[in-house]
């Protein structure tokens, strides 16, 4: 065999195993089967044969056919008899529930949760091939009846019934061929496109973005009908993606009129309450970035005898925002502020979120206050939570408090001169805060984000890291400190609450992240799955090439935080108890802990924890959590535009970027300085051909034994950009 087709057969990519096409009756058994599992998953209890054959579902089958296939399942292991002539779905049958992630092949995952006490548990989503999809569509919440993979090979699954069914409405490019007009859907796990008839009084064009209404299909089609919802724009326009980010991800961008009404209503005065501390006297600042306009947090650093009292004051929107009220369940709904690039979508109207909550300078405002003491070393002595009334006195940047600490710039500390002994203050005690942080093994991660600069036109100049300076860390320090001493709170009442959790990672998961490590030959300890473990590890590549790659893929082992109501601990902080009190401007799990905070009052007498609202909290915890991946998805998504607009015009030119990531087929790549990604085909490799070492998380050279391996420096060239898939495409540059 010559080295040619030797090294061909190197070059695999995963298919999806062939399966032999059934018969007319293997399918109409399959049918029976489905359906009498799903009779018996919606019922939630035991069912004999006479109380299956009445419900309309196994109507369409005869008796014979049903009866068979419930014997067969039970005979299987798939059904539990229970009683003469009952059966249940068996607690260890591989069913499972999830949404639907569809790729354009038309193939699909689902993330699976598995139904039963003994459901096996699975290391990886389930895959869907495309005959075993049903009518179901991306984005649908499926139940599937799972076959668990024998090792080394990947469990997949059979939609056996759709619990959810997505909005029928999607967003698209259109593009007209002849008198006829398509729609290609903006998100690319649709493996279809829309047809629209055409409109003489909404006239549309080659490249507009649109949102339409399609009519879902009785079999899998390639091309469905639909309607016109929306004309958004030009879709090359920054302000349209915009709207297609919004709509895609089902944002509510624009208040109620009762929450406008509400929010006009509300009272701007700000008096002294007897229930409040009045704490104006005290030199609160606040810290934030340049841009920055909804002010939660204002700090103020006392020495004392024995270390610092640390107060820790934030926007008391308890206040303002009534519990039922519309604008307390919009609030709710939305969940969460939402930051795109000289964009947000609020949380809270501008009334609140911009002047009445926010604690703008020179100005009284009600806050909420953690009062916190810590002797010299930075162990926490004493804690009490107040509602107070601040007086912000001074607005400071990151850049001004690095300036003053760090840089000691005469003019700066010269203008500032009645802050510099409080600024001195609170970067002694952020210091042996974040020793201590440091000593229990808490990890902080080295990560790259990006800075949009956008000029006069709503267009990308320009693309920067943002840069983490000492004030950002400070800042960081005191608000951990404070979120910690509440969740300390409320364990201590062992009250029902919401809490900030995040569970220690999966061994399966981490798997990939340690066999990569030990091929970088560093001095590492044996595992422990223990956050003391990832820190050693993150200090032994810092510094090193391998610094952003070890970062990245150990980020993306981990498991999630999530708001929850029963208490875990934080792995990433190596925390015991945590929570989310300091930003209820753009976070609602913050304003939940404040109502139940000012509640409870530091004096009260020990409350046991509530079952019913246990389950209340952890209802909310839920929505919430999902509300957060939503924000995440749509800015990471928004960001991901601005990118690909911004590089359209740059084809040709060279970037240093690092290698995060191989394949059989590519060589993924990272421009650090832009937080830019992309993908080098290993097609264009034409100087040998290269194998994949997956040991060693390389591409070899057959013959010339150059490797490519992840954490290299690489130059790429960029050849193409695919607006629509998001998508850059490079090519190797030259590295003299």
Known sequence: MSKKSKSNNKFKTYRPQKHTKPSAQQLHAEQVEHTMLRILYHSHTTLSLPEIFTKKAAKRFDKKS????????????VLKKSGKD?????????????????????????????????TPILSKDLFISQSNMATSMHGDTVLVQGSIGKKGKRSEGIIIDILERRSNQLCGIVSKQGHEIFVSPDDSHFPF?????????????????????????????????????????????????????????????????DVEKQTAALDDSFSIADDRLDLRALQ???????????????????????????????????????????????????????????RVIPMLPERLSNNLCSLVPHEDRYTVSAILDFDKAGNRTSKEFVRSIIHSHQRFTYTTVKQILIDKDPVIRSAHKPFLTHIKWAGELAAVLRKQRTKRGSIDFNLSEPSFNLDENNKVSSISK???????????????????????????KDIAAIFRTHEPPDTTKLEGFLTYVKTLGLPLQPFKNKPSWFVDTLNLCKGTKYEYIVNNLL????????????????????????????????????????RLLLSLGDTQKKESANEKEKLSYQDAGTFLSTRERVAVTAERDMNDRLK?????????????AIISGLTENSIFVVIDKLCISGAIPVYLLTDDYYFHDLKKYSLTGEMTGKTYQIGDSVEVILINVDPHMKRLTFKLGDSE
Not at 301 to 310: D, S
């Open 466 to 492: 943002v840069e983490r300076n000492y004030a950002h860390q400070m800042i960081e320090e005191f608000m951990l400190a404070a979120n910690e001493a509440v969740a300390t709170f409320f364990i201590e």
């Open 66 to 77: 049903a009866k068979f296939a419930i014997e067969k399942l039970a005979k299987s292991g």
């Open 644 to 656: 690909v607009a911004y590089m359209k015009d740059k084809l040709g030119e060279q970037y240093s």
């Open 284 to 342: 609160h600042i606040t810290i934030d970035g340049e841009t920055a306009k909804d002010f939660d947090d204002a700090i103020c650093i006392q020495k004392t005898r024995n270390g610092f009292r640390l107060y820790v004051s934030i926007a008391d929107v308890s206040h303002f925002v009534e519990p039922g009220s519309p604008l307390d369940e919009e609030a709710y709904q939305r969940g969460t502020s939402i930051y795109f690039p000289g």
């Open 193 to 257: 496109k829309v047809s629209l008839k055409d409109r003489k009084d909404r006239p549309l064009k080659n490249g507009d973005a649109v949102i339409v209404e399609y009519k879902r299909p009785t079999k899998p089609a390639r091309t469905l009908k639909g309607k016109l919802v929306s004309l958004l724009g030009d879709a090359t326009d920054i302000d349209t993606q915009m709207k297609l980010v919004i709509a895609s991800h089902e944002i509510t961008h624009v208040f109620s009129e």
């Open 86 to 118: 009952g059966f249940t779905i068996h607690p260890s049958t591989p069913l499972y529930t999830g949404q639907l992630i569809q790729n354009s092949k038309g193939f699909g995952f689902v993330k699976a949760t598995g139904i039963g006490t003994n």
């Open 555 to 594: 980020l993306r082992s981990l498991k999630q935080a999530q708001y929850t109501a029963t208490n875990s601990g934080h792995f990433g902080l190596a925390a015991t108890a945590y929570t989310h009190f300091t930003s209820p401007i753009r976070r609602y799990p913050d304003l939940i802990v404040h």
